[in-house]
Structures are given as structure tokens and as C-alpha cells.
T-cell receptor
Framework: GAVVSQHPSWVICKSGTSVKIECRSLDFQATTMFWYRQFPKQSLMLMATSNEGSKATYEQGVEKDKFLINHASLTLSTLTVTSAHPEDSSFYIC???????????FGQGTRLTVV | AQSVTQLGSHVSVSEGALVLLRCNYSSSVPPYLFWYVQYPNQGLQLLLKYTSAATLVKGINGFEAEFKKSETSFHLTKPSAHMSDAAEYFCAVSDGGGGADGLTFGKGTHLIIQP
């Protein structure tokens, strides 16, 4: 199956700093990438959808100035959490798909802890 | 709008017993349905998917699910539980009716295997 890699797997940062999470499709071209957030012991919530070369589409209630998404190439999307606060601590998971795929492929997730 | 309901946040079965995890969906378009498994602090692993072909879908690790349109259900089963099946299971429906779309997840079911 297709491989999606996220980096880093976990990160601890200080409150007020920004953190960048990368999502790479290793063996296919991802025309669309998705970013999800998962709170402890809860389900995944779609945050935004990004298409290569276009601005991301954010779900209702997600602050686009807080969670900056860039999908500059067909193999890389980044999520930057700006001015992070403890309430941003969460598990962030990306997935990637190519047009016509019958499924999107998930990364292994990034555990963000803001202290 | 799509939605997924997973009945039972926790399901406990004995090792060797039948596993049944329930999922009901609501979709405004013919659905693509998925079951994922998540182990602690890890990403999602696809167990199986329904993409409008056969209604009985076989997945990995001995799991299968049956799509029942009349009941809007997509329950996950495994004839004989193994200790290694203990994990969190998520049912999901594609937001756009295609595989390469964002997903709406159910709240998850924690499967406990009793020795």
C-alpha cells in the first residue's frame, strides 16, 4: 500500500512558539491531503483539506490563522501551529490521496504537547 | 451531511469469542465506508473498506463487515477474538462519497479482550 510519513512523531514546545508538522507521501503523488485532530480518548475531527497549489479549505470552527496549512508540492503538506497554547496539545494525523483513489492513506500521527 | 454512530464506547469479549462492533451511518450520497484500528499512540490502520462493490467486505486480521443499505449499517465482525485485537476501532464515512475525500469518523469503540 501507499506510504504516508509524518514528522515529527512527537514534539514538545513552549507556549507562544510555533510548531511545524510535515506530511509526506513517499511513493505516490498526493493531489489532496487532509489534516485531522484527535483529543485524548476521542475521535478524529477533520480540520482542513488541502489541494496541491491551492489554499486549504478549513472546517467550520477551525482557525485558519492558527493552523497554517501549506501544500506546496504533490508529496508534501505542512501544518504549522502558530503561537501554540496548552489547549493546542493534541494528536495530529494527516492523510493523503490521489484523485481516483478509493481511500486516503494515513500518516502515523504527531503528538504535540505545549507546555 | 454525513454522520457515523458507533454503538458502545466499550465492548468486552472473551478470547475466542465473536467480536461485533456496530456502526450506523447517514449519508446524502452513496457512501464509501471504512473501518480503522488504532493502537495506543499510533496512527490509523485500515481494516477494510466498502466502495459500492460487494456488500460483504473482508479485511485484514480476520475481520469482515457487511454493508446493509436498508439498515444503514456497516457492522464489523470477527469470528474469534485474539488478545492482539484489543484496540480502538473507528468507523468512518467519506464526506464526498468517494475514497479520496475527507472522512467523518464515529466516536470509536474500545475493544477489550478478556483472557
Amino acid at each position: 500500500g501507499a506510504v504516508v510519513s509524518q514528522h515529527p512523531s512527537w514534539v514538545i514546545c513552549k507556549s507562544g512558539t510555533s510548531v511545524k508538522i510535515e506530511c509526506r507521501s513517499l511513493d505516490f503523488q498526493a493531489t489532496t491531503m487532509f489534516w485531522y485532530r484527535q483529543f485524548p480518548k476521542q475521535s478524529l475531527m477533520l480540520m482542513a483539506t488541502s489541494n496541491e497549489g491551492s489554499k486549504a479549505t478549513y472546517e467550520q470552527g477551525v482557525e485558519k490563522d492558527k493552523f497554517l496549512i501549506n501544500h506546496a508540492s504533490l508529496t508534501l503538506s505542512t501544518l504549522t501551529v502558530t503561537s501554540a497554547h496548552p489547549e493546542d496539545s493534541s494528536f495530529y494525523i494527516c492523510s493523503a490521496a490521489h484523485t481516483g483513489n478509493t481511500e486516503a492513506f494515513f500518516g502515523q500521527g504527531t503528538r504535540l504537547t505545549v507546555v | 451531511a454525513q454522520s457515523v454512530t458507533q454503538l458502545g464506547s466499550h465492548v468486552s469479549v472473551s478470547e475466542g469469542a465473536l467480536v461485533l462492533l456496530r456502526c450506523n451511518y447517514s449519508s446524502s450520497v452513496p457512501p464509501y465506508l471504512f473501518w480503522y484500528v488504532q493502537y495506543p499512540n499510533q496512527g490509523l490502520q485500515l481494516l477494510l473498506k466498502y466502495t459500492s462493490a460487494a456488500t460483504l467486505v473482508k479485511g485484514i486480521n480476520g475481520f469482515e463487515a457487511e454493508f446493509k443499505k436498508s439498515e444503514t449499517s456497516f457492522h464489523l465482525t470477527k469470528p474469534s477474538a485474539h488478545m492482539s485485537d484489543a484496540a480502538e476501532y473507528f468507523c468512518a464515512v467519506s464526506d464526498g462519497g468517494g475514497g479520496a475525500d475527507g472522512l467523518t469518523f464515529g466516536k470509536g469503540t474500545h475493544l477489550i479482550i478478556q483472557p
